[in-house]
Structure formats: structure tokens, C-alpha cells
């Protein structure tokens, strides 16, 4: 199954002025716009209680089947009480709630309830950008000139996405992007929370440092034994013992713990990777089997370049053995991928710095990033030569 990675958000935002003088602005920086992030609720999961009424108000699973060794892509709200999250193993959804009905994503029914949203969003302003299928970041600046405009747009916003798929949406408002996304997030589902810009640094200050974007288990654990347990944990931290730790994601971190954020709300990002993995339902442990795998992952990879007409100069394999443990392996060009066969040459000799059949293999993937238009002119009309008929 192709999947299309959710864009990296890490924008270390010391980008704006750090090379003179103080670092960050502060207020003038973050404090000036009015940006909303919208969020719906248990999107995939939502989608199937509306279609199928008689999965309303029931546990419901979207994802990998329980008898596979599929993972939860999402679960309704109802099943989160259960425990069961995104990522978890559908067996052990399963066991922690026999009676949940499980459900294989329709893709295509996302997308266009994923289009119709942003169409909305797009009445509203040019400055849309979208995250992923189901999540956006909107800078109202322009249309709404105070935090209460913004919010009253906000529960427009809200009503219309309501009328019109009949799925509830979370809606964060904020004066910039990092506090506007962990808003949405406050009150779901069918949430609304607003942060007026006077109340940014404190509100940061309240967070747990696992909610600033980019703090995953290991830098909480890391945060936790130097006594950093929250934003102003991290707020009391001078910015050069900051970085000195975590280097240039101290930046960030400083910023974050003041709920600056100078990151600017880009229409239509482009993706940052295009990639195909699966998890089989039994471990691999023929290097013949695995090789053609990681080709057929290669296929689907090249498929989804081709039509979308890109290239891409940095190929990651990965591998997941059966114990779990997870690998990368990557190369980078420093031209854009000429076509199938390179990518096919360059994964071969990835798949052999990895121990794949010494070890089983649990989980193969083929992404590539670096996305670029194809080197030239000829190559951009034949996207990835030969390709032809493998579709
Ligand atoms: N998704 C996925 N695999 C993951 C996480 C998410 O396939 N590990 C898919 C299914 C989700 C959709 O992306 O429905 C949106 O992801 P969210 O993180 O926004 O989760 P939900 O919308 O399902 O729930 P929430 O109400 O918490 O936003
Ligand atoms: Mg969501």
C-alpha cells in the first residue's frame, strides 16, 4: 500500500532573524497573525460510522485485520476507551476489545472527503496548508482582524465542515502555528479551543515537553532526568545550555517554551517523500524473497513518482526484523534518480549493509525524499524508464 509520509514540521524557527541581534523577536513575531489548525475527529474512523450506521456509537477499528499482522490505522472514540491507539497491533486491539468491529480503510473516500474540506478552507483564505488528509493550518490574518474574528471564523468553519461531510473537525486558534496545532488538540472531538496571544508564553509554560512538536520519548526521558517536565520547566534554561544539550533543536525548544513559533503557514507545501512499505503476515527469511519485495516496494514507489512527475535524490531502505528492531539504511545523490533501474541498484546495495535474512524480516519499506523535478528534460518525459506496463 503507497503512503505519503505527513511532511516533516520540524521548522526550527530561529530562521527568522537569528542572524542579528536577539534571536527571536517574540510577540512581534508569532503574535501578529491569527492562525487556525484544524484537525477531524478519528478521521478514517469517522468516515466508515458515517457510511455504515450500524457501526455508530460501537468500537470500530480502521486498519490491518486482527488475524493478520495488520496495525491500527485509527479507531473510533468509542474504542479509545478501551486503550487502543494508532500504531498498535490489531491483535492486541483485538484482545483489549473483543467486541470492536474492524474495518479496512477506503482511501479514496478520505481523499475526497480530504478535498472537500480543503475546499472549504479555501473559501476562507489562499493560506492553506494541509498536513495530511485530515489536518490544516489556515492564517486567517488577512480576513480576520482580532482573535475573536478568527474565532467566529472558526466555528464557521466548523458548522460548514459539519453540513457538509457530516464529520465533526477540532479547531485550535492561536497567534501561531505550534500553539494553534496543540489547541485542536485540547478539547477533541468536536473541539474548539482558542489562545489569545496574551496568554501564549503561560499556556506553553503549562504544557508537558512531550507536546512540543518534535520531543518524542527519548528527549522527554532526556528532559526528565535534567528536571524538565514542562514548557516552563524549559522556559527557566538559558538558550546556549539549551543548545548545548540538544543542539539546533534547542532553538525550537526555547522558542516553543515562550510560545513563539515564526513559522509561516505555506500554501500547498510539496511533499517531502513519497513511500511504500508492508508488514508481512509471515516473517521472510529467503534473501530471494526479500529482494523481490523490496523491488515490489520499489514499483509502487516509482508508480506514485511517475504520476505525479517528480524525482527524488535520497532512497531509505527500511527493515523491521521480527523482534521489532528497526533499521534505515539511505543513499544520496547528488543528482535526482534517473529512473527504476538506479533506484533497483542503489536498494540492492542498502539491502546488503542490513542483516535482512540473516535475521527474519518483519516489515520492508522504499521511500524516497529529496523530492525534485526529474534531471532533464527527456527524463522528465520519461519519468521513471521502465516503468512501462508495471502498473
Ligand atoms: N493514521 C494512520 N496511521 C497512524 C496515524 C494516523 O493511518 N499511525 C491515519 C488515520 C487517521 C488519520 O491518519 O484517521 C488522521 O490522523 P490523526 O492523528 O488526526 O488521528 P484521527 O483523526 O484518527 O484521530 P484524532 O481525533 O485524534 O485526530
Ligand atoms: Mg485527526
Known amino acids: 500500500m503507497g503512503f505519503v509520509s505527513k511532511p516533516a514540521d520540524f521548522g526550527l524557527g530561529g530562521r527568522r532573524g537569528f542572524a542579528g541581534g536577539f534571536p527571536f523577536s517574540g510577540a512581534a513575531d508569532g503574535g501578529d497573525r491569527r492562525i487556525v489548525h484544524f484537525d477531524m475527529d478519528a478521521f478514517f474512523a469517522a468516515v466508515e460510522q458515517r457510511d455504515f450506521p450500524e457501526y455508530a456509537g460501537k468500537p470500530v477499528i480502521v486498519g490491518g485485520l486482527p488475524d493478520k499482522r495488520g496495525v491500527v490505522a485509527t479507531c473510533s472514540y468509542e474504542a479509545r476507551r478501551y486503550g487502543i491507539r494508532s500504531a498498535m497491533s490489531s491483535a492486541r486491539a483485538a484482545r483489549l476489545c473483543p467486541a470492536a468491529v474492524f474495518v479496512r480503510p477506503r482511501f479514496e473516500v478520505y481523499r475526497r472527503v480530504s478535498a472537500q474540506i480543503r475546499a472549504i478552507f479555501e473559501q476562507y483564505t489562499g493560506l492553506v496548508e494541509m498536513l495530511s488528509l485530515d489536518e490544516a493550518y489556515l492564517d486567517v490574518s488577512e480576513t480576520a482582524a482580532d482573535i475573536r474574528a478568527a474565532s467566529a471564523l472558526a466555528r464557521e468553519i466548523k458548522r460548514r465542515v459539519l453540513e457538509t461531510t457530516r464529520l465533526t473537525v477540532s479547531a485550535g486558534v492561536a497567534c501561531n502555528k505550534f500553539l494553534a496545532k496543540i489547541a485542536s488538540d485540547m478539547d477533541k472531538p468536536d473541539g474548539f479551543y482558542v489562545v489569545p496571544a496574551r496568554h501564549s508564553e503561560q499556556f506553553a509554560g503549562s504544557l508537558p515537553v512531550g507536546k512540543f512538536h518534535g520531543i518524542g520519548k527519548v528527549t522527554r526521558a532526556k528532559m526528565e532526568k535534567l528536571g524538565i517536565v514542562t514548557g ?90 521480527a523482534d521489532f528492531t528497526q533499521i534505515t539504511r539511505s543513499r544520496t545523490l547528488d543528482h535526482p534518480l ?54
Do not use: H, W
Not at 282 to 311: C, F, H, P, Q, Y
Not at 357 to 379: D, F, I, M, N, Y
Open 338 to 391: 534517473t529512473g527504476l533501474n538506479e533506484m533497483l541498484r542503489l536498494l540492492s546495495g542498502l539491502l546488503q549493509k542490513t542483516e535482512a535474512g540473516a535475521r527474519p524480516v518483519r516489515l520492508l519499506g522504499v521511500t524516497v525524499s529529496g523530492l525534485c523535478a526529474p534531471g532533464t528534460p527527456r527524463q522528465a518525459a520519461l519519468a521513471f524508464p521502465g516503468m512501462a506496463g508495471t502498473a
Open 232 to 321: 516552563a520547566d524549559l522556559r527557566r534554561r538559558p538558550l546556549d545550555e539549551l543548545v548545548g544539550l540538544f543542539g539546533s533543536a534547542g532553538y525550537y525548544y526555547y522558542q516553543a517554551a515562550r510560545g513563539v513559533d515564526g513559522r509561516a503557514v505555506v500554501a500547498g507545501r510539496p511533499r517531502k517523500s513519497v513511500g511504500s512499505e508492508t508488514t508481512f503476515e509471515n516473517d521472510l527469511r529467503d534473501a530471494g524473497e526479500i529482494a523481490g519485495e523490496v523491488r515490489r516496494r520499489a514499483l509502487e514507489v516509482a508508480r506514485i513518482l511517475t504520476s505525479r512527475k517528480l524525482s527524488g535524490r535520497t532512497v531509505t531502505l527500511k527493515v523491521k526484523y
